[in-house]
């Protein structure tokens, strides 16, 4: 792996910025990979769109920005709509259930991200965490149990164990992954 280019996208306050460190700071500690991450989230710091974007290479990292991103995730239309362009043509898209995608070529998934972060601790802002188990068990970058570690020393007090569950939930997910798969546009002509 040469560079790796992941885009975690949403509205602000969902978290997402700190799933990009969370992972970022695992890839560094726990690999021999490098990693860099930065963010974007200005003016619409609560509800517009963010963007919190992860390098990973097994090289020096020369320009810190995501160019083409190799993985899109995306939990709202407005960040979907916002930072879908520049995908790499076969690039892994990930979204939330709530968010539509036309078919297309490549690996697409749709989640039910924020309904499983309601349902099962409460609160939308757990679906960040449910989101980087999901990215963490389909690309092979960093293992689960040391991204956990990093959540347990970088969340919050006192919700350590629900962020560290809503990991676990979001590689639960995937064991049913043909279930969230969106067809490609190939797919859909053979119909």
Request: aromatic fraction near 10%.
């Given at each position: 792996m040469e560079r790796y280019e992941i885009r975690l996208s949403g509205a602000g306050g969902q978290g997402l910025i700190l799933s990009g460190i969370?992972?970022?700071?695992?890839?560094?500690?726990f690999t021999t990979k490098n990693a860099i991450q930065t963010q974007s989230y200005?003016?619409?710091a609560r509800g517009g769109a963010s963007k919190s974007e992860v390098i990973v290479?097994?090289?020096e990292i020369d320009y810190p920005k995501?160019?083409?991103?190799d993985l899109l995730l995306a939990l709202t239309q407005e960040a979907y709509n916002k930072y879908n362009r520049e995908l790499k043509e076969y690039g892994i898209i990930i979204v939330d259930e709530n968010v539509y995608i036309a078919p297309r070529s490549g690996p697409t998934?749709?989640?039910p991200i924020l309904k499983t972060a309601r349902e099962k601790f409460g609160r939308d802002i757990f679906g960040s965490m449910i989101s980087l188990g999901i990215v963490v068990g389909?690309?092979?970058l960093v293992s689960p149990a040391d991204v956990e570690k990093v959540v347990i020393e970088r969340v919050p007090r006192g919700t350590e164990e629900t962020n560290r569950k809503a990991i676990y939930t979001g590689l639960e997910l995937l064991e049913d992954l043909e279930k969230?798969?969106?067809q490609t546009e190939?797919?859909?002509e053979e119909k």
């Open positions: 969370i992972l970022a700071e695992s890839i560094i500690r200005g003016p619409e290479s097994s090289g995501v160019r083409k991103p998934y749709s989640f389909l690309v092979d969230y798969e969106i190939e797919e859909e």
